[in-house]
């Protein structure tokens, strides 16, 4: 029977219906009072707000070119990996027509949505990644007209890295403009005329309620919460290399839960170990130190048949596994959201 070496001391929660009462409010005010209603919003919250809701291509290119050469390259490779996959995610997507019964013919046609919206969070780092994942998918699909959003901190501009890799993209329209004002700009159409018929990407809780109160108005990827991560490891995985991923998605927020499961007792105790000195290395360690007192544990199996029912239990949004014959693992995990195979490759690539 599985022994928890470390259990959570809380579970993954938001004040739901705070968050609900603030987000309606939003779209009630932009439906009552239209673009004014953006404007206002952003010159109250902004001392030196620029004024402006789009960004022009120039402007795109020249804020995001002042990145160094390897952040460049970086996200390039980034671009040409995922838009490349989602093309062929596309080619493995058949039209076709079949005669089920003589005079009846049944067939399957693939149109892209009219108008996809693009969310690219801002929060405490740049996720220029967010900007590739869903408006290069979106280019990869055919959809004609694709506006993404992102928010600015101080009203003038963006992270010149999410600038970057949105000119990489090239959206027909980019706001800046972040929160649940961003996802109701996009779904009603605001400063663009085209109302999105699905709107993807992360983002806080007043996003994710955004998306959650328009679901049924639009199409939304999914109906996130805080991100999470498992990591299966056996006595083979080194438990820096184990620790080291753990923290890299603690760091993501307070209530982000990361669980380790093994066959290992010393390798737990190790990971137990490492965990607050990989931490306390971190730039800003406080978010990373609160979701790992709070969320993490520690999963101690008796065998690997073990370690997968657990992983099926937990269906975290992110497994990675770090143990030997990673073909056997393949094979028997079912519930996951994506899946990592070796130690070399780490959630963050996903």
């Not at 995610?89 to 949505?113: A, D, H, N, W």
Request: aromatic fraction near 10%; glycine fraction near 8%; include cysteine.
């Amino acid at each position: 029977m599985a022994e928890y070496m470390k259990k959570a001391l809380k579970n993954p929660e938001t004040d739901e219906k705070k968050t609900q009462e603030i987000v309606e409010g939003i779209l009630k005010n932009v439906r009552e009072n239209g673009e004014d209603a953006y404007l206002r919003h952003y010159g109250s919250k902004f001392k030196n707000w620029s004024g402006k809701i789009i960004l022009t291509k120039e402007e795109i290119e020249e804020r995001g070119s002042t990145i160094s050469d390897q952040a460049k390259e970086d996200l390039k490779f980034a671009y040409e990996q995922v838009y490349s996959f989602a093309v062929k995610q596309r080619e493995s997507m058949k039209e076709f027509e079949t005669e089920i019964y003589p005079g009846v013919t049944l067939g399957q046609r693939l149109i892209p949505c009219n108008c996809a919206g693009c969310y690219i969070p801002g929060g405490r780092f740049a996720h220029a990644a967010s900007a590739i994942m869903s408006i290069a998918t979106a280019r990869a699909a055919g959809v004609p007209f694709v506006v993404a959003a992102s928010p600015s901190h101080d009203g003038i501009t963006i992270n010149p890295a999410i600038l970057y890799a949105v000119s990489l993209c090239k959206p027909d329209v980019f706001m800046m403009m972040g929160g649940a004002n961003a996802i109701a700009a996009m779904a009603y159409g605001h400063f663009t005329g085209k109302p999105a018929d699905v709107i993807v990407g992360p983002g806080n809780a007043y996003v994710a309620e955004a998306k959650r109160i328009l679901f049924g108005q639009i199409g939304i990827d999914v109906f996130a919460g805080p991100t999470e991560s498992l990591v299966l490891a056996d006595k083979t995985a080194d438990p820096f290399i184990v620790a080291i991923d753990l923290m890299s998605q603690a760091e993501h927020g307070y209530d982000s839960p990361v669980w380790l499961v093994t066959d290992s007792r010393e390798l737990g105790e190790a990971v137990l170990d490492w965990m607050p000195k990989v931490i306390a290395d971190l730039p800003n360690p406080e978010v990373a130190t609160s979701s790992w007192r709070d969320y993490g544990e520690v999963v101690l199996c008796s065998d690997r048949e073990e370690m997968v029912k657990v992983n099926d239990e937990y269906a975290a949004e992110h497994v990675q596994v770090i143990a030997e014959d990673l073909d056997w693992w393949l094979a028997n995990l079912t519930n996951y959201g994506s899946l990592f195979l070796g130690e070399g490759c780490t959630v963050p690539y996903g």
